[in-house]
C-alpha cells in the first residue's frame, strides 16, 4: 500500500509538471541518452531484484541489490587521452528515492567501489562511482613491491584525477543521465567516501563546492601526503628491539583499556575519548620482571617503549622540531602491525618512488624528516591533498559536512581530523564551522568501519539519515546513533559533534541503549 501510494504521487506531480515519463523500469532508453560531451556508455543491463549478491567490505555481509536497477557501464575521456571508467546504477522507478549519490574510492583506487554503491543503491539513491581516473593496471594491479612502477604516479593528470577531480568529473553527466532517465533532477546531491574516498570529500568540498549539498567524509587521508610520512616514521621506530608484536601490542591496549575504560562512567571495553586519560606506559617497563612476562609480552623493554611514544607523538621535522603528522591515540595499539609491517610498503614506498623523487632506486631507509619532507610538500602536496583551512565557499552554498574518524583507526592517526577542525575553526571566512561542517569521533572504530579488536563497539553508523535530514530538514546533527556491533548485541549508542562526547545520563541508564546518553 505504501509503494502504491508513494508511486500514485510521483506519477502525479509528473503528470502536473508535464514531465516525460520515460518507461524508468528497463534500461532501453539509455544508451539514446548518450550524447553528454566526451562520455560513452559502453553497456547499460537491466539487474532483476536479489540476483548480484556483493560482500559488505567492512563487516564481510553478503550485500544484494534489494532493488532491480539498470546498471550503466561509461567511460568519461580527460586530459587528452586518459579515461575515467564509471558505473551509474538506477534503481527501478518507484524505489528510487529522487537523491543522487557519487561514492568515493580506497586506496590507490583504479577500481569502482561497487559494495559501497550497493549500500547507497540500497536506500534508494541513483548512485554513481568511478575508477578514479585510472585502471589497476596503473597502480600495480592491488599489490605494491618496492622499486615498482606505478603508472599513474607518473602522470600528472592521473594523479591529480585520483583525489581531487574524478568525482567532480563523473558527477555531471551522471547526474544529467539520471535526470534524463527519472524525467526530473534529482532533489539533493550526496557524496559519501571513506579513507582515500574522505580525501576525495575533503576536495569536493575545497576545489568543487558547488556539487554536493552534503558530504560524508570518513577517515580522511585528505593530507595524504604526511599521512604515508607517519606510517613510514611508524615503521623506522618499530624496527628490530623496538619491535612490537601482537602479544604486546594486545597486552598494551587491554592494560590501557582497563585503566581508561572506566572514565566516561561505563565499563564497556571502550575509550570514550582518549584524549581525557592520562597514561603513561613507562608504568609497564619490564625492570626487575621475569624472563617469562619479557618473553610473553606482559611488560615493555625500553626500546618499545621508545617505539610506542614515537608512535604516539607522530613524525617530527627533524630541523625544527615541528610535527609533520599528528600521532596515534592510547587504545589504539592493538592493530598497530599493520604500521609496523605493511602500510609504509603500500603507500609510503610507492608515492615517494614514484612521485615524489621519480627514481625506483629511492631508498625510503634515507628518507631525510627534514629536508625531504619540504620535497614531499612541493610534488606531492599540490596534486594529492585538500587541506584548506577555508571552506567558505562550500559554507556560502549551504553545504553540510558529515566527518567520522575511528579512535583505533590502524591507518589513519585519529588526531588528524581533529587538528584539521581546529584550523577550520580558526579561519574566519568559515564562519560558526558546526554551522556545516562536523566530525564525529568514533569509540572503538576502525578504518572505515569497526574494529575486529573492539566487538562491543557498534560497527554501523547511521549517517546517512542524520545528513540527510540536516542537508533537506535543516535538523542539526546532534548526534548519529550507531548499532550492530560485531559481538551480536543490541548495543546501540550515540557519537557526539566534536568536542562533545556521550555521557551516560545517570546511574541506573541502560548503557545498550543511545537513548540513556547525552552529548556534552
Ligand atoms: C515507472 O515505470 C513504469 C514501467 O515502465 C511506468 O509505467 C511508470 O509510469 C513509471 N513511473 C514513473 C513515476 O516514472
Ligand atoms: C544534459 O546533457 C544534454 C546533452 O548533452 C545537454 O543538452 C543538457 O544541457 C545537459 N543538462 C544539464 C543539466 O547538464
Ligand atoms: C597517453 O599519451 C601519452 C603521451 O602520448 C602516453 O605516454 C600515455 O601512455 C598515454 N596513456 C594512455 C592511458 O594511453
Ligand atoms: C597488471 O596486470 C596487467 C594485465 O594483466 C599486466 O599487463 C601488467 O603487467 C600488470 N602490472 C603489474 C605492475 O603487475
Ligand atoms: C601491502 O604490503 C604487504 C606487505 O608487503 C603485502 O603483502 C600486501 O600485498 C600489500 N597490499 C597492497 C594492497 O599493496
Ligand atoms: C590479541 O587479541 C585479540 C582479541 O582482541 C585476539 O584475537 C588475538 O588472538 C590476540 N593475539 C595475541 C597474539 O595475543
Ligand atoms: C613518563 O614517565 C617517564 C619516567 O617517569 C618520564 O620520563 C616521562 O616524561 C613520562 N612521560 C609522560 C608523557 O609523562
Ligand atoms: C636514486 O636513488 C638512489 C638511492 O637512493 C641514488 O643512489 C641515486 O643517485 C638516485 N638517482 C637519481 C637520479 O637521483
Ligand atoms: C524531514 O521532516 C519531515 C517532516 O517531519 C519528515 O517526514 C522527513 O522524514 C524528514 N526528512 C529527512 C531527510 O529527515
Redesign the pocket.
Known amino acids: 500500500m505504501k509503494s502504491l501510494s508513494r508511486n500514485f504521487l510521483a506519477i502525479t506531480i509528473a503528470v502536473l509538471c508535464g514531465q516525460p515519463i520515460l518507461a524508468a523500469n528497463d534500461c532501453s532508453s539509455v544508451t539514446a541518452l548518450n550524447r553528454v560531451n566526451g562520455v560513452t556508455i559502453n553497456s547499460a543491463k537491466w539487474v532483476a531484484g536479489n540476483s548480484l549478491v556483493l560482500t559488505d567490505s567492512s563487516t564481510g555481509a553478503k550485500l544484494p541489490n534489494e532493488y532491480p536497477f539498470c546498471r550503466i557501464h561509461g567511460a568519461i575521456a580527460y586530459a587528452g587521452n586518459n579515461s575515467l571508467r564509471f558505473e551509474l546504477w538506477l534503481p527501478e522507478n518507484k524505489s528510487y528515492n529522487g537523491r543522487y549519490m557519487a561514492t568515493g574510492n580506497g586506496g590507490l583506487a583504479g577500481t569502482i567501489d561497487t559494495s559501497s554503491m550497493m549500500q547507497s543503491l540500497n536506500r534508494g539513491y541513483a548512485v554513481a562511482a568511478g575508477d578514479s581516473g585510472h585502471n589497476e593496471a596503473s597502480n600495480g594491479n592491488g599489490t605494491t613491491q618496492p622499486e615498482q612502477y606505478i603508472p599513474f604516479l607518473h602522470s600528472k593528470s592521473q594523479t591529480k584525477a585520483w583525489i581531487h577531480d574524478s568525482i567532480a568529473k563523473l558527477t555531471p553527466p551522471t547526474r544529467n543521465l539520471t535526470m534524463r532517465y527519472y524525467g526530473s533532477a534529482p532533489r539533493f546531491s550526496y557524496f559519501s567516501g571513506c579513507s582515500t574516498g574522505g580525501a576525495q570529500g575533503f576536495a569536493l568540498a575545497q576545489f568543487h563546492p558547488e556539487l554536493f549539498d552534503g558530504i560524508y567524509a570518513g577517515s580522511p587521508g585528505n593530507w595524504y601526503s604526511h599521512l604515508i610520512l607517519a606510517f613510514l616514521w611508524n615503521a623506522r621506530h618499530s624496527r628490530d628491539a623496538a619491535f612490537l608484536?601482537?602479544?604486546t601490542?594486545?597486552?598494551t591496549?587491554?592494560a590501557i583499556l582497563s585503566h581508561c575504560d572506566g572514565l566516561d562512567g561505563v565499563v564497556d571495553g571502550l575509550i570514550e575519548n582518549p584524549l581525557k586519560c592520562s597514561f603513561n606506559i613507562t608504568s609497564f617497563a619490564c625492570h626487575g620482571s621475569s624472563q617469562s612476562s619479557r618473553k610473553s609480552?606482559k611488560c615493555l623493554t625500553n626500546p618499545q617503549i621508545a617505539a610506542i611514544n614515537a608512535i604516539y607523538q607522530g613524525p617530527r621535522d627533524s630541523r625544527t622540531g615541528q610535527s609533520i603528522y599528528p600521532g596515534y591515540t592510547l587504545g589504539s595499539e592493538?592493530q598497530w602491525l599493520l604500521q609496523e609491517t605493511s602500510l609504509y610498503l603500500n603507500y609510503s614506498t610507492p608515492i615517494l618512488q614514484n612521485l615524489v623523487f621519480r627514481n625506483l632506486s629511492f631508498d625510503t631507509d634515507k628518507f631525510d624528516f627534514g629536508a625531504d619532507v619540504d620535497a614531499v610538500d612541493t610534488c606531492a602536496s599540490p596534486l594529492i591533498d585538500a587541506i584548506t583551512t577555508d571552506l567558505s565557499a562550500f559554507r556560502r552554498r549551504g553545504g553540510k559536512m558529515v566527518v567520522t574518524q575511528g579512535w583505533t583507526d590502524p591507518y589513519n592517526g585519529a588526531l588528524w581530523p581533529i587538528r584539521h577542525l581546529e584550523q577550520l575553526q580558526k579561519t574566519e571566512a568559515n564562519g560558526r564551522v558546526p554551522d556545516f561542517l562536523n566530525l564525529y569521533m568514533i569509540p572503538g572504530g576502525g578504518h572505515c568501519g569497526p574494529a575486529?579488536?573492539?566487538?562491543s563497539a557498534p560497527s554501523t553508523y547511521h549517517v546517512d539519515s542524520a545528513l540527510r535530514a540536516w542537508v533537506e530538514n535543516d535538523t542539526f546533527p546532534e548526534h548519529i546513533i550507531t548499532s550492530r556491533p560485531l559481538d551480536g548485541s543490541r548495543r546501540t549508542r550515540k557519537l557526539c559533534p566534536w568536542p562533545q562526547s556521550a555521557r551516560l545520563k545517570g546511574h541506573g541508564a541502560d548503557s545498550d541503549d543511545a537513548a540513556s546518553f547525552v552529548c556534552a
Open positions: 608484536d601482537q602479544a601490542l594486545n597486552f591496549t587491554n609480552g592493538k575486529s579488536f573492539f566487538p
